[in-house]
């Protein structure tokens, strides 16, 4: 049975940094791309991050801008994103999801599994 579980979120104010990290169970963890998306209330998911199996490729959204850094520790089975410089426009519920494309891809659609998601507030 496959699980992804994030933890990390919370509540912060603007200008802080949070690290989301995301454990993965019950599958090969290092045959797997690994992606962040967010939901923020009465808008769609939107991807955030993604990194390959081997960590040397990553993709960012636009809106990131330079904030966030994900990473992944094929040993630990952990995908983390790094979250800088926190806007009000950041809230959301961000989720950890595993892909067995070829190719990394900011496309949802494209990932098979998925995690329960963890809430980041930040005030401003």
């Known amino acids: 049975q496959v699980q992804l579980v994030e933890s990390g979120g919370g509540l912060v104010q603007a200008g802080d940094s949070l690290r989301l990290s995301c454990a993965a169970s019950?599958?090969?963890?290092?045959?797997?791309?690994f992606g962040w998306f967010r939901q923020a209330p009465g808008k769609e998911r939107e991807f955030v991050a993604a990194?390959?199996?081997?960590?040397?490729?990553?993709k960012y959204a636009d809106f990131v801008k330079g904030r966030f850094t994900i990473s992944r520790d094929n040993t630990e089975n952990t995908a983390t994103l790094h979250m800088n410089s926190l806007e009000p426009e950041d809230t959301a519920v961000y989720y950890c999801?595993?892909?067995?494309?070829?190719?990394?891809?900011?496309?949802?659609?494209?990932?098979?599994?998925w995690g329960q998601g963890t809430q980041v507030t930040v005030s401003s």
């Open positions: 999801a595993a892909s067995r494309r070829a190719f990394i891809s900011d496309a949802a659609v494209w990932y098979n599994y």
């Open positions: 019950g599958l090969t963890f290092s045959t797997y791309h």
């Open positions: 990194i390959s199996w081997s960590g040397s490729i990553t």
